[in-house]
């Protein structure tokens, strides 16, 4: 890809890449050009895995802020860089430290449980961290009789609820893009496509998981894709990881989910979207922006995180 500076940000990227010994980990839900140039593209769960075990000196991470302060936690030794800082996430900043504090103080005795997409106060608050790919499996690996408070995401939490039977208190955060798809708009896609099977995120709302025919983490639903006969998919998950699904069953058809305002664009990520080639190129090229943590922040968010990291080893995940 040769832009109007005359650089070619894809060989440049690779040199840099090998002569500073820099791993790319990316998200699902990036574009495809960053996907292509990554080591390695997974969801947050598969991300934190390999954040935490690998040769590199530099991590440099295309996705959300949570995902590269996730990534310094665990490899707090690496320099770990984000081609830009503001790329957030609007779940984990549907949660703010002070009032999480003042729920955990008004429901007390409950583990705290909560999703990897929050800012760095919470996971410090926090029992136990979990993803999508990971949520049902850590809670039913708990003593029945624990009682829970779940964060940051009202759409995971009442699925993992209605998937354990656990008795768990949900915080009221959402994603702005998975509660932005139309129940009506898939019904519809549904109509015109009557051989596609429905798969969806459990960000989702209730009314959208209810329709579809699977549900799961970013992985999960791109090894369901892989695996299920069906010839075509409607995608209720950010769009950029149909990328990988084309990628791998170039035969089948993936029709994204669309949002309620079908004007808007907005069943994309505007957060991930930040992240381009040319700030990737740059942030190689200059090894900033650098996500950095201090060291006893990193110290008490690691115990969560490493909880998380134990028991999904310990169950194969
Ligand atoms: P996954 O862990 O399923 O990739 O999800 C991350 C995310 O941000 C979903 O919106
Ligand atoms: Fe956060 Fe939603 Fe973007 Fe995922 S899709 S990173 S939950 S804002």
Redesign the pocket.
Known sequence: MINKDNIDYVSEIKRLKKKKNVIILA?Y?QTGDIQDIADFVGDSLALSQKAASNDAEIILFA??R??AETAKILSPEKKVLIPDMNA?????DSCKAEDFKKFIENNPGRTVITYV?TNIDIKVLSDIICTSSNAVQIIESLPVDIKILFGP?RNLGNYIMNKTGRDIIVWNGA????EEFSLEGILKLKQENPEAKVIVHP?CKLPVRMVADYIGSTSALIKFAKKDDAASFIVG??PGIIHQMKKENPSKKFIPAPPRDSTCGCNE????KMITMEKIYRCIRDERPEIMIDPDVIKKASIPINRMMEISEKLGL
Do not use: I, K, P, Q
């Not at 990520?269 to 991930?272: K, N």
């Open positions: 998200h839900y996705g959300v949570f995902m957030r996430c609007s779940l984990a997409n995401d994603c702005h893009v998975h960000e998950t950010e990520c505007s957060f991930m």
